[in-house]
Protein backbone atom coordinates (compact mmCIF):
# COMPACT_ATOMS: atom_id res chain seq x y z
CA UNK A 1 0.00 0.00 0.00
CA UNK A 2 1.58 3.60 -0.96
CA UNK A 3 0.42 6.22 1.73
CA UNK A 4 1.20 9.72 0.89
CA UNK A 5 2.92 11.71 3.21
CA UNK A 6 1.90 15.56 3.02
CA UNK A 7 3.22 18.25 4.53
CA UNK A 8 1.64 21.86 5.90
CA UNK A 9 1.10 22.88 1.65
CA UNK A 10 -0.23 19.89 0.58
CA UNK A 11 0.50 16.76 -1.46
CA UNK A 12 4.27 16.32 -1.51
CA UNK A 13 4.49 14.05 -5.02
CA UNK A 14 8.00 13.43 -4.48
CA UNK A 15 7.56 11.47 -1.30
CA UNK A 16 5.71 7.95 -0.79
CA UNK A 17 6.32 5.50 1.80
CA UNK A 18 5.94 2.10 -0.53
CA UNK A 19 6.87 -1.64 0.37
CA UNK A 20 8.93 -3.10 -1.92
CA UNK A 21 7.78 -6.66 -2.88
CA UNK A 22 10.37 -8.91 -3.72
CA UNK A 23 9.76 -10.13 -7.88
CA UNK A 24 8.24 -13.40 -7.88
CA UNK A 25 9.55 -15.94 -10.38
CA UNK A 26 6.69 -18.56 -11.09
CA UNK A 27 7.18 -21.83 -10.10
CA UNK A 28 6.63 -24.45 -12.84
CA UNK A 29 3.26 -25.66 -11.85
CA UNK A 30 2.27 -26.69 -15.56
CA UNK A 31 0.66 -23.48 -16.01
CA UNK A 32 0.70 -22.76 -19.75
CA UNK A 33 2.89 -20.09 -20.46
CA UNK A 34 3.74 -17.94 -23.14
CA UNK A 35 7.44 -17.02 -24.78
CA UNK A 36 8.42 -15.18 -22.26
CA UNK A 37 7.79 -17.37 -19.36
CA UNK A 38 4.61 -15.49 -18.21
CA UNK A 39 2.02 -17.45 -17.16
CA UNK A 40 -0.65 -17.61 -19.66
CA UNK A 41 -4.53 -18.63 -18.48
CA UNK A 42 -7.73 -17.60 -19.88
CA UNK A 43 -8.61 -13.87 -19.70
CA UNK A 44 -11.51 -13.31 -17.20
CA UNK A 45 -12.41 -9.67 -18.36
CA UNK A 46 -11.12 -7.14 -21.27
CA UNK A 47 -11.67 -4.19 -21.89
CA UNK A 48 -10.80 -0.98 -23.84
CA UNK A 49 -10.48 2.19 -22.11
CA UNK A 50 -10.51 5.86 -22.34
CA UNK A 51 -9.78 8.86 -20.08
CA UNK A 52 -14.01 8.87 -19.54
CA UNK A 53 -14.26 5.08 -18.44
CA UNK A 54 -10.60 4.99 -16.14
CA UNK A 55 -13.23 4.52 -12.90
CA UNK A 56 -14.28 1.72 -15.15
CA UNK A 57 -11.05 0.64 -15.62
CA UNK A 58 -10.88 0.87 -11.29
CA UNK A 59 -13.80 -1.04 -10.67
CA UNK A 60 -13.12 -4.38 -13.21
CA UNK A 61 -9.66 -4.26 -11.43
CA UNK A 62 -11.21 -4.48 -8.21
CA UNK A 63 -13.64 -7.14 -8.71
CA UNK A 64 -11.01 -8.86 -10.72
CA UNK A 65 -8.77 -8.94 -7.36
CA UNK A 66 -12.07 -9.66 -4.90
CA UNK A 67 -12.34 -12.72 -7.47
CA UNK A 68 -9.06 -13.43 -7.09
CA UNK A 69 -8.77 -13.36 -3.27
CA UNK A 70 -6.34 -11.11 -2.68
CA UNK A 71 -5.67 -9.53 1.27
CA UNK A 72 -7.58 -5.90 1.43
CA UNK A 73 -4.36 -4.23 1.13
CA UNK A 74 -2.87 -6.45 -2.15
CA UNK A 75 -6.35 -5.27 -3.64
CA UNK A 76 -5.58 -2.01 -3.07
CA UNK A 77 -2.66 -2.13 -4.34
CA UNK A 78 -3.03 -3.59 -7.46
CA UNK A 79 -6.15 -1.50 -8.56
CA UNK A 80 -3.52 1.82 -8.01
CA UNK A 81 -0.58 0.38 -10.18
CA UNK A 82 -3.41 -0.71 -12.53
CA UNK A 83 -4.81 2.87 -12.34
CA UNK A 84 -1.22 4.20 -13.00
CA UNK A 85 -0.77 2.06 -15.96
CA UNK A 86 -4.03 2.93 -17.55
CA UNK A 87 -3.75 6.89 -17.11
CA UNK A 88 -0.31 6.49 -18.81
CA UNK A 89 -1.98 4.79 -22.00
CA UNK A 90 -4.20 7.96 -21.44
CA UNK A 91 -1.96 10.55 -21.82
CA UNK A 92 1.35 8.90 -23.27
CA UNK A 93 -0.13 6.01 -25.39
CA UNK A 94 -2.49 7.48 -27.56
CA UNK A 95 -5.68 8.32 -25.46
CA UNK A 96 -6.84 4.78 -25.22
CA UNK A 97 -5.74 1.58 -24.50
CA UNK A 98 -6.54 -1.79 -24.01
CA UNK A 99 -6.52 -3.46 -20.26
CA UNK A 100 -7.09 -8.11 -19.95
CA UNK A 101 -6.89 -9.41 -16.57
CA UNK A 102 -6.71 -13.22 -15.83
CA UNK A 103 -6.07 -15.52 -12.93
CA UNK A 104 -4.02 -18.37 -13.18
CA UNK A 105 -2.83 -20.65 -9.52
CA UNK A 106 -2.07 -18.49 -7.07
CA UNK A 107 -1.78 -15.24 -9.33
CA UNK A 108 -3.50 -12.77 -10.44
CA UNK A 109 -2.20 -11.02 -13.86
CA UNK A 110 -2.97 -7.23 -15.95
CA UNK A 111 -2.24 -6.41 -19.29
CA UNK A 112 -2.54 -2.70 -20.14
CA UNK A 113 -1.80 -2.10 -24.09
CA UNK A 114 -1.72 1.31 -26.10
CA UNK A 115 -0.17 2.88 -28.80
CA UNK A 116 2.30 4.71 -27.46
CA UNK A 117 6.35 4.08 -27.35
CA UNK A 118 9.19 4.85 -24.91
CA UNK A 119 13.04 3.77 -25.72
CA UNK A 120 14.13 4.26 -21.91
CA UNK A 121 15.25 0.60 -20.28
CA UNK A 122 14.88 1.95 -16.97
CA UNK A 123 11.96 3.32 -17.49
CA UNK A 124 9.99 2.61 -13.50
CA UNK A 125 13.03 1.64 -11.81
CA UNK A 126 14.01 5.06 -10.76
CA UNK A 127 12.59 6.65 -8.02
CA UNK A 128 10.76 10.14 -9.36
CA UNK A 129 12.64 13.10 -7.86
CA UNK A 130 10.62 15.62 -5.66
CA UNK A 131 10.59 18.26 -8.89
CA UNK A 132 9.08 16.10 -11.10
CA UNK A 133 5.61 16.34 -11.34
CA UNK A 134 4.94 13.24 -13.91
CA UNK A 135 6.72 10.11 -14.63
CA UNK A 136 5.25 7.80 -11.40
CA UNK A 137 2.95 5.26 -12.73
CA UNK A 138 5.40 2.55 -13.95
CA UNK A 139 7.90 3.29 -10.55
CA UNK A 140 4.91 2.85 -8.66
CA UNK A 141 3.37 -0.44 -10.59
CA UNK A 142 7.22 -1.68 -10.29
CA UNK A 143 6.88 -0.62 -6.42
CA UNK A 144 3.13 -2.65 -5.50
CA UNK A 145 3.55 -5.68 -8.14
CA UNK A 146 5.33 -8.68 -7.83
CA UNK A 147 6.16 -8.66 -11.57
CA UNK A 148 6.13 -6.32 -13.92
CA UNK A 149 7.19 -6.94 -17.64
CA UNK A 150 7.16 -3.89 -19.86
CA UNK A 151 7.51 -4.20 -24.21
CA UNK A 152 8.17 -1.09 -26.34
CA UNK A 153 8.24 -1.19 -29.81
CA UNK A 154 7.06 1.84 -32.10
CA UNK A 155 3.46 2.34 -31.93
CA UNK A 156 2.65 -0.25 -28.87
CA UNK A 157 3.59 -0.84 -25.54
CA UNK A 158 2.59 -3.59 -23.30
CA UNK A 159 2.63 -3.42 -19.30
CA UNK A 160 1.87 -7.10 -17.83
CA UNK A 161 1.64 -6.99 -13.97
CA UNK A 162 0.91 -9.85 -11.77
CA UNK A 163 0.46 -10.36 -8.10
CA UNK A 164 0.29 -13.29 -5.61
CA UNK A 165 -2.91 -14.15 -4.19
CA UNK A 166 -1.86 -14.66 -0.27
Not at 25 to 33: V, Y
Not at 47 to 52: L, P, R, V
Request: charged share 25%; aromatic share 4%.
Amino acid sequence: MIRFLTYPGGLDPGRYAARKRPEVRPADTGTPRGDDGSPRGEVSAKMEFSAASLRAVRRLVSREASWARLSDDRHADLVLAIDELATNSVTHGGGHGTLSVWRTDGAIVCEVRDGGHFADPLAGLRPPTPEQLTGRGLWVARRLCDRVQISSSPGRTTVRVQMSVD
